[in-house]
């Protein structure tokens, strides 16, 4: 699967980065420290849980979570795989910051399980309610987008403080 990256789309950003494209100049510091600018921004909104604020888990998931010992605990954080999956790179004209777990676009962009069949392990049957079975069709999840390779104002309003910056100083 392809890595999930994110990539700022700000008109004020595309400004800034035209005027360093006219400098000419290698910005390979200034993207290093653009893709540690955005890391941070990412580690914050796992840290808090989304800025905005992600959806919270389903009930049937905090149940799953505390029968293995991970509830209660942080959203997108179960065994903190995907926050430590974060990296960054930068050459001369870009920076970035994203992850290769094959799983990360779901959570990102919001997704749909497939309907599976629900079959004992361990068991003959299943009980439900009283009742015996065989197994069940569950109709799929609806996964609800968390966005975490996300920056809010404050953050690009940084970037371009940094970019403006490093104008001026070509000057």
Not at 9 to 33: I, K, N, Q
Not at 142 to 170: C, N
Request: hydrophobic letters at 45%.
């Amino acid at each position: 699967m392809d890595p999930i990256r994110l990539k700022i789309d700000s008109d004020r950003m595309d400004e800034a980065m035209r005027g360093l494209v006219s400098a000419g100049r290698d910005a390979s510091p200034l993207m290093r420290a653009i893709a540690g600018d955005m890391h941070a921004a990412v580690e914050t909104n796992f840290r808090l849980e989304g800025r905005p604020p992600w959806a919270g888990l389903a009930p049937s998931t905090q149940a799953a979570r505390a029968a293995k010992g991970y509830w209660p605990g942080k959203i997108l954080q179960r065994t903190g795989q995907l926050a430590a999956s974060i990296s960054e790179d930068y050459d001369a004209a870009s920076a970035v910051v994203g992850t290769n777990l094959a799983y990360a676009a779901a959570h990102q962009l919001g997704a749909r399980t497939k309907a599976h069949r629900i079959a004992p392990r361990h068991k003959k049957a299943l009980a439900f309610g009283g009742r015996v079975i065989k197994s069940v069709m569950h109709p799929g999840s609806d996964i609800p987008a968390r966005p975490f390779l996300f920056l809010d104002d404050s953050d690009e309003d940084k970037i371009v403080g940094r970019v403006t910056a490093y104008l001026q100083g070509l000057i």
